[in-house]
Structure formats: structure tokens, C-alpha cells
T-cell receptor
């Protein structure tokens, strides 16, 4: 049973566009919602994360929107650049100290 | 920030041999480390959770006798793939939680294992 559902599977945008990646979760006990960026052959790197008591968080060009009632959260990348082309994973966890559970990933391509 | 060093980055081994992968937390103590496996174009799948000084907890379907995990110190966890077979070829990634930061999980750079 997939605990975090991520969409879309792939996304192509032009430079300067605003790609949006969505995730939905099942368990209301989840308490941490990070987004990771992964380049081929590398480990994932934390982009931005949010806690369920906040509805939005911005860090640079990255914004997380969080809807607790809908059990959904999304990543927005402002002014996307070709260097943003990577695979993005949403994640969450069952409780403090436990491992992160990942979505299936979204491959983003930003064309110049 | 917190850094997790994983070694080697790539390894090729013959079928039937064993391979050890190391994961070190460089600037923080990690009482808990996590091991993931990632197949091409797929997500990270949790294999096991390792706690310093105790036995690892394996996820359902992961053979504990094949994937030996040792977490003997607060900065080092190792994953040994025993009697490797071609189907064990994958990208293995470790992660550690830095308790000095809020919620932070840091990942290693991964190990590409190819069994021939």
C-alpha cells in the first residue's frame, strides 16, 4: 500500500516556468513533509520541508504548500532553470525517529 | 551542515562474493541510520533501520542474512551484501538523522553496486 502518492510522474517546462509537483498522504499522524532533489548517480538532497502546523513555506525559489484537511502537499519551483532538471521526491514519516517514506518521484525537465 | 559520507561510490563484484558499503556521519553522531535501495528510475525503498549497538530492523521482504548491517559506533554503519547475485545490482543509499537540527535527515551520495 503506497502511503505517499506523487504526481505527475514526469514534467516538462520551459525556462522561467513554474512546475508544480503534488503529493497526497493517507496517515494523519505523519508529522514531517520534506521534498528532496536527486541528480543521476547521486543521493537525494533536502530542498525544503514543512511541518503540519504551517500552510506554506518558502525558501528561495522553492515553495511548499500544505493542505492538512486534504492531506496534500505540493512543491512549486519559481523561475525554473535548466539546472533544476532532476528527479524530485516528496517524503514523510510515520513518527519521530523513523525512516522517511518516499513518493515514486517526478522527473522534471526544464528546457532552455 | 550535517554530512554523511558513503563509500565506495561504485563497486563491481563477481557473483557469489560479498561487498561491504560504509556510511559515516562526519560531523554529528547518528544513533540511527537507515539503508535504502533504489532501482533505476524508481523510488527509494527502505531496507532496514540500524541503531547503534543493537540489531538492525529489516523491512518485510529484505533478507537479513543476505544484507548484514552493523552499527558499531555513533558515526559508522556498514551494509554487507553477502553472496551477491546479479539481481542485487542496485543503488544503495544510507541516511542518518542529525538530532542537532530540526527534523533533518541527511543522505549519503550512494553506492552503485554491479554484480557480474
Amino acid at each position: 500500500q503506497q502511503q505517499v502518492k506523487q504526481s505527475p510522474q514526469s514534467l516538462i517546462v520551459q525556462k522561467g516556468g513554474i512546475p508544480i509537483i503534488n503529493c497526497a498522504y493517507e496517515n494523519t499522524a505523519f508529522d514531517y513533509f520534506p521534498w528532496y532533489q536527486q541528480f543521476p548517480g547521486k543521493g537525494p538532497a533536502l530542498l525544503i520541508a514543512i511541518r503540519p502546523d504551517v500552510s506554506e513555506k518558502k525558501e528561495g525559489r522553492f515553495t511548499i504548500s500544505f493542505n492538512k484537511s486534504a492531506k496534500q502537499f505540493s512543491l512549486h519551483i519559481m523561475d525554473s532553470q535548466p539546472g533544476d532538471s532532476a528527479t524530485y521526491f516528496c517524503a514523510t514519516r510515520a513518527q519521530a525517529g523513523t525512516a522517511l517514506i518516499f513518493g515514486k518521484g517526478t522527473t522534471l525537465s526544464v528546457s532552455s | 551542515g550535517a554530512v554523511v559520507s558513503q563509500h565506495p561510490s561504485r563497486v563491481i563484484c563477481k557473483s557469489g562474493t560479498s561487498v561491504k558499503i560504509e556510511c559515516r556521519s562526519l560531523d554529528f553522531q547518528a544513533t540511527t541510520m537507515f539503508w535504502y535501495r533504489q532501482f533505476p528510475k524508481q523510488s527509494l525503498m527502505l531496507m532496514a533501520t540500524s541503531n547503534e549497538g543493537s540489531k538492525a530492523t529489516y523491512e518485510q521482504g529484505v533478507e537479513k542474512d543476505k544484507f548484514l548491517i552493523n552499527h558499531a559506533s555513533l558515526t559508522l554503519s556498514t551494509l554487507t551484501v553477502t553472496s551477491a547475485h546479479p539481481e542485487d545490482s542496485s543503488f544503495y543509499i544510507c541516511s542518518a538523522r542529525d538530532l542537532t537540527t530540526s527534523y533533518g535527515y541527511t543522505f549519503g551520495s550512494g553506492t552503485r553496486l554491479t554484480v557480474v
